[in-house]
C-alpha cells in the first residue's frame, strides 16, 4: 500500500471523525433556530426553513436561564480556585516524596473513585443537611471539590514528575532557597498541567447535574443542567426548541473559558520547552 493510499485513508478517517463530533452541534443549532411547527413537522431539514429566535426568547424568559447560568458559574470558578490551589502542594507531595504520606495520597485518590455516585448521595444529602448546606450553592460547591480534588491530584501528579528533579538539585545548587526553586523553575515548567488541570475541574462542575439535581430545590439556586431538565414536562413532554436554545447558550461559557486558557497551555508549553 503506497503513502499516498494511506494518507487519503487516513484523512478519510479524520473526516468522519470530525463528521461525527460536529454532527450533534449542528443539529443542535439547527434545532435551536427552527420553529415550532418545523420541529413537529415530519419533514427532515438540516437547516431550518424560517430561521427563528423564538426559542432562545423562550428559554431566556420561562425558566430563568441567566440566573441559573449565573448560578454554574459562580459554582464552577469557585471550585476550580479551590481545587487547583489544593491540588498543587498535594500533587508535588505525592510525586517528590516516598512514605506513608504519599501512600495515603494515593489510596484516597483510588479509593474515592472506587464508590459511586448513588452510592454517597444519601448519606451526604443527611451530612449537608445536619450543617444547614443543602440547597445552597455553598454546600454545592464543597461537594464539587471533593468530587474532583481526587482526579485533579492524580492528573497534576503526573505534570509534576515529569519535571527532572535535576532542575531542583540545579537551583540548590546556584543558592536559590526552596521557594524560590519552586516559584522560578518548577511552576513556570507546571503551567501547562495547571491549565489542564483547572479545564477539568472547570467542566466536570460546570456539567455536574446528579449532585445539584439532589441537592438545590429552589429554582433560584438551580444550576444550568438542572434548569435545562426543567424544559421536559411531568409527562416526558420536551419543549425540544427553547430545551436546544438553552443548551446552545449553556455551551457559550465554556467555549470562552477554553478559548482563554488554550493560550495560556500553549505558553506553558513554550515556557516548559525553553526551560527545559
Request: aromatic share 12%; glycine share 8%; charged share 10%.
Amino acid at each position: 500500500m503506497n503513502r499516498t493510499l494511506v494518507k487519503t485513508l487516513q484523512y478519510l478517517a479524520l473526516f468522519g471523525f470530525l463528521i461525527f463530533l460536529g454532527f450533534p452541534l449542528i443539529w443542535l443549532l439547527s434545532t435551536a433556530f427552527k420553529s415550532s411547527a418545523e420541529i413537529n413537522s415530519l419533514a427532515v431539514n438540516l437547516f431550518p426553513v424560517s430561521p427563528t429566535l423564538e426559542n432562545f426568547t423562550a428559554a431566556l424568559n420561562r425558566q430563568g436561564l441567566l440566573r441559573s447560568a449565573m448560578n454554574s458559574l459562580i459554582v464552577a470558578l469557585v471550585t476550580t480556585l479551590i481545587v487547583t490551589l489544593l491540588s498543587v502542594p498535594g500533587a508535588y507531595v505525592m510525586a517528590r516524596f516516598q512514605g506513608k504520606l504519599r501512600t495515603i495520597g494515593t489510596g484516597y485518590v483510588l479509593i474515592s473513585q472506587i464508590f459511586p455516585v448513588i452510592l454517597v448521595i444519601i448519606p451526604l444529602f443527611f451530612i449537608l443537611r445536619s450543617v444547614g448546606l443543602v440547597d445552597s450553592l455553598l454546600g454545592l460547591i464543597v461537594v464539587h471539590v471533593v468530587y474532583t480534588l481526587p482526579f485533579s491530584l492524580w492528573m497534576l501528579q503526573g505534570y509534576v514528575a515529569s519535571i527532572p528533579f535535576d532542575i531542583e538539585e540545579a537551583g540548590s545548587i546556584d543558592g536559590a532557597n526552596k521557594f524560590n526553586v519552586l516559584r522560578q523553575l518548577v511552576f513556570p515548567l507546571l503551567a501547562p498541567g495547571l491549565v489542564a488541570t483547572a479545564m477539568f475541574t472547570f467542566v466536570s462542575s460546570y456539567n455536574e447535574f446528579f449532585f445539584a439535581l439532589v441537592l438545590l430545590q429552589s429554582p433560584e439556586n438551580y444550576t444550568l443542567s438542572v434548569a435545562l431538565s426543567t424544559f421536559v414536562g411531568g409527562e416526558g413532554k420536551v419543549a425540544i426548541g427553547p430545551l436546544a436554545a438553552g443548551a446552545l447558550l449553556s455551551s457559550i461559557p465554556s467555549v470562552i473559558f477554553f478559548a482563554l486558557l488554550q493560550k495560556r497551555l500553549a505558553g506553558g508549553l513554550l515556557t516548559g520547552a525553553v526551560k527545559g
